[in-house]
């Protein structure tokens, strides 16, 4: 690949992405596939001011190794270390990065996924803390995606090359513009009108109808639509997604009703799954079944109450950049920005106007936000998809057409 489009793309990331402060730490998670990028990501980061980046590899093959060969007590264990990076993290503002396991996840032996979830459980208890302050924006974070050989032969086919996938993804990033940095920004005032558009109408309901979905989601008079930037409580904005096409808010913990099926491959629990259809009464998924990966819906479940709740609905017109590619990447990252999306598990109090307000779980449901370990996107729109809004006075405006926005 061309060293200083990777050079610029790893600038936007730290620009952009985290929107760097100089003296300012970093934590970087990624798979072995795709360190080179860490350490470009760490190298931006210090050019642009950093005291300290800390790159930390995330290895499934090695993860299939302990699962296999640790009895379940021992796969608890996290090392005391890690807390103690949390809490620096937490009091001295350190931002994270997080590169999508897009190569990982085509290179590892089998996980046991019984073991798995006993291990992810731990881990994320362990993690709580920060996971909350990074949920509610209050810690700059951003995931992105780098190419790797095994990712580009999965997108593109068995002949592709690294560059292949790149080529691709330069317009998803903007990168083939003359200032990423600037397109981004331009990018971001789109969506803010989007946004500031269905935060005036006053919401109480969104109908999603296609071939496959007929459901009802309600929302709260505290929701708010947000998206493209995200803003920290001392007002330093941050992209928490590059790329993002998406406004998103939170729901109704107690308001679903009806059925929906995912409409592009997702991974739950490092599983792929396709055609996962979700049943909907009062809020909870009562009903479900998948094509492939129900075992796996079957051990997120019964993970915690939460996951059978949603926690985000985000829209996403079938004209982004994305979507127009025509490609599945088997990238969250990616494939959400292609398509609208529901996420089951933890809810975002940023997308609520009080969400500031509410520190514990129990203010978080009385305020109609689900709580949960988990947060999973499923992906749901489609070129048929129909939805239609319904305000807090009974008035109906279409939203979308055929995917699309109408406004």
């Not at 990028?37 to 090695?62: H, I, M, N, P």
């Not at 103690?84 to 046991?112: F, K, N, P, Q, V």
């Not at 500031?356 to 449901?365: F, N, P, R, W």
Request: glycine residues 8%; aromatic residues 8%.
């Amino acid at each position: 690949m061309d060293p200083k489009l990777i050079a610029a793309y790893a600038d936007l990331i730290i620009e952009k992405g985290i929107n760097l402060q100089k003296g300012k730490n970093v934590l970087i998670l990624t798979g072995p596939g795709t360190y080179y990028f860490a350490r470009e990501l760490s190298k931006s980061a210090y050019r642009k001011g950093a005291t300290f980046v800390q790159v930390l590899l995330d290895d499934l093959d090695v993860l299939a190794s302990r699962l296999a060969a640790q009895e379940e007590d021992q796969l608890t264990f996290n090392p005391a270390y890690m807390k103690a990076l949390d809490y620096e993290m937490c009091t001295e503002g350190w931002s994270y990065i997080r590169i999508d396991a897009t190569e990982e996840r085509l290179d590892h032996a089998e996980l046991d996924q019984t073991k798995n979830q006993i291990l992810g459980k731990a881990k994320r208890r362990f993690h709580e803390a920060r996971s909350k302050k990074l949920m509610r924006s209050q810690l700059a974070w951003c995931v992105c995606c780098a190419p790797g050989p095994l990712w580009a032969k999965q997108v593109l086919g068995p002949q592709a090359t690294i560059d292949d996938l790149m080529d691709v993804l330069k317009p998803i990033l903007l990168l083939d513009t003359k200032d990423p940095g600037l397109a981004w920004e331009e990018k971001k005032e789109m969506l803010d009108r989007r946004r500031t558009y269905l935060n005036e109408q006053g919401i109480d309901s969104l109908h999603f109808k296609s071939g496959k979905t007929d459901l009802t989601i309600g929302f709260t008079d505290q929701a708010r639509f947000t998206g493209g930037a995200e803003t920290m409580p001392d007002g330093l904005q941050f992209f928490a997604n590059l790329p993002t096409e998406e406004i998103f808010t939170t729901p109704d913990r107690l308001r679903a009703d009806g059925y929906v099926t995912t409409t592009k491959p997702v991974s739950v629990l490092d599983v792929k799954t396709e055609e996962v259809r979700l049943v909907f009464k009062d809020g909870k998924v009562v009903d479900y079944s998948a094509r492939e990966g129900k075992e796996a819906m079957d051990t997120f479940f019964s993970i915690d109450e939460g996951t059978r709740r949603l926690g985000e609905v985000a829209l996403v017109d079938e004209t982004s950049p994305i979507a127009q590619s025509n490609y599945i990447f088997n990238s969250i990252l990616l494939d959400e920005n292609a398509s609208c999306h529901l996420a089951l598990g933890d809810g975002y109090p940023t997308a609520l106007a009080n969400g500031a307000l509410l520190s514990t779980d129990e203010q978080l449901h009385e305020a109609g936000c689900n709580t949960s370990l988990m947060h999973v996107d499923f992906m749901i729109g489609s070129k048929d998809m129909d939805i239609d809004a319904t305000t807090g006075d009974g008035k109906t405006f279409a939203v979308m057409r055929k995917g699309v926005f109408v406004f």
